[in-house]
């Protein structure tokens, strides 16, 4: 018995521990590099545009400058994770620039909370929840490079 009361209160601790807000010196900016070759930076300036469009549904609400001379685009978006049942967001900002043959993205995670968070109480994530927002800003650059990289099915029409 004194067994199965240690593991229930192990597994107790553990799940407690992930409940705990991240360190605040972890990173915060993410920079994600991409090189395109022979592609020009009006192409991947559209390019980048489309994938946004396509990942947020409405890129309008979520980019704030769209810059095609010179290649930038800028804006806000929303990170989820989970807190025990809740589905939590914290915000990040955007940042996308292009030149000729390459391209960098930037997503910086910001002590901020969107309106439509189940946790308003959490400016910042848990550590299983900024675990979960880095593997989301992983693949979103994996699947932005993909996109970089593509040409559109509409390139012949």
């Known amino acids: 018995m004194k067994k199965f009361t240690l593991g229930i209160g192990i597994v107790l601790l553990s799940s407690c521990a992930s409940l705990a807000p991240a360190d605040k010196n972890v990173q915060r900016v993410f920079t994600y590099d991409y ?36 290649a930038t685009l800028i804006g806000k978006g929303a990170a989820s994770w989970m807190l025990a049942m809740n589905v939590c967001a914290n915000e990040y900002d955007i940042q996308f620039m292009a030149k000729d043959g390459k391209a960098r993205l930037q997503l910086e995670l910001i002590e901020s909370v969107p309106s ?19 593997k ?15 040409q559109s099915s509409f390139s012949d029409f």
């Open 35 to 70: 090189v395109v070759p022979s592609v020009e930076k009006d192409e991947l300036w559209t390019r980048a545009r489309d994938y946004f469009a396509k990942s947020f549904g409405d890129s309008r609400s979520v980019l704030r400058v769209q810059d095609k001379e010179s």
């Open 116 to 134: 439509y968070s189940n946790c308003q109480g959490w400016a910042w994530p848990s550590k299983s929840g900024y675990q979960e927002i880095i």
């Open 136 to 150: 989301s800003f992983n693949s979103f650059s994996t699947d932005l490079e993909t996109a970089l990289k593509s």
